[in-house]
């Protein structure tokens, strides 16, 4: 991977940035519980084009700021566990740091499924508690809105489980915890808008057999990629749009959307609507328009045979 400085960021940023980065070239038979959840295409495409990927330091900004996080949770808990705060610490800050439970950090864990080693890295393991805790630098948008990344957390910490009770330790509760980047005082008291820059959430667990089995398809469909490679799904190219419009004369908006054609034209019938027109909306797939680091190489990326503005939709 080449990796660039274009907005020309001090030396020591970059080499902050470049020593906590993580980033390697996918191999068979090894992978990160993310990598797992994460399309198989972008996995072969990675190992395929790894030495031609460029990549900005900015890109990894982001990445960066979650690892500073975690650097500075997993420094306090090592303190804190082996007895070393300082008395003064203690008797200042003890009315606001009640005793904590016992506690690992970074904890590393593994096992093999199906002959590939499926690693990850736990932030917290509350020893007392039986519980996870994954810490997440993130929008505030992904608590408010709540549903997508409930999805992606609970699938993370279940496997992190799995792995777990695999290596002896059984977890019987599951939490994300959240640092909010972008949240904004004003917004407080809309929707359930968080009250601070930090939200907790209880994330549901799983039987363990359901665990097992996901990853047992999640490997399947990795090794499977090895021989052919298959499209990102529609929901994880972050797809918008596509539905068909049923337009009315003199009006610009429309008076319904459907999902396919034959609906629109069913429900115009049902309801007697006699003069219509049909409209497609525009299919927009984000991650591969702007997020995507293997977008350029992608044989299924749509904005690599025209651009955006000229694809009407898929
Ligand atoms: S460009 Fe889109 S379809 Fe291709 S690997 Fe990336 S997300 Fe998947």
Redo the contacts with the bound molecule.
């Keep these: 991977m080449k990796i660039t400085n274009k907005y020309n960021l001090p030396p020591i940023v970059v080499g902050a940035i470049l020593m906590q980065q993580k980033a390697h070239k996918p191999v068979d038979g090894r992978i990160g519980v993310t990598t797992l959840m994460n399309?198989p295409?972008?996995f072969r495409?990675m190992q395929q084009h790894w030495d031609e990927i460029e990549m900005d330091v900015t890109d990894l900004m982001w990445a960066f700021e979650g690892s500073a996080i975690h650097s500075a949770l997993d420094a306090f808990a090592k303190r804190y566990m082996a007895g070393n705060l300082s008395s003064e610490f203690i008797e200042k800050y003890q009315s606001v740091v009640p005793n904590s439970p016992r506690v690992e950090t970074e904890k590393w864990v593994s096992a093999e499924i199906d002959g590939w080693q499926v690693r990850g890295v736990i932030d917290v393991y509350d020893i007392d508690n039986a519980a996870l805790e994954d810490y997440k630098r993130t929008s505030t948008w992904s608590f408010v809105y709540r549903d997508k990344s409930m999805d992606s957390w609970t699938k993370q910490l279940n496997i992190y489980r799995y792995l777990m009770h695999v290596n002896g330790k059984e977890v019987n509760k599951l939490y994300i915890n959240g640092f909010l980047r972008d949240w904004q005082s004003s917004k407080v008291g809309s929707g359930n808008y968080p009250d601070a820059s930090f939200a907790r959430v209880e994330i549901p667990v799983w039987d363990l057999k359901e665990a097992e089995e996901y990853l047992h398809e999640r490997i399947k469909l990795f090794k499977e990629s090895a021989d052919k490679l298959e499209?990102?799904t529609p929901e994880?190219?972050?797809r918008s749009g596509g539905q068909f419009a049923l337009m009315l004369p003199n009006r610009k908006t429309a008076k319904k959307l459907f999902d396919s054609e034959k609906e629109l034209i069913e429900w115009a019938k049902k309801f007697k609507v006699a003069k219509y027109t049909i409209e497609r909306r525009k299919i927009v797939?984000r991650?591969?328009k702007d997020?995507?680091?293997?977008?350029q190489?992608?044989?299924?990326?749509i904005?690599?045979k025209k651009k955006a503005e000229e694809i009407p939709f898929a």
């Design positions: 399309p295409l972008v495409l499209p990102c994880e190219r972050w797939d991650k591969c997020y995507c680091s293997v977008a190489f992608c044989p299924f990326n904005y690599n």
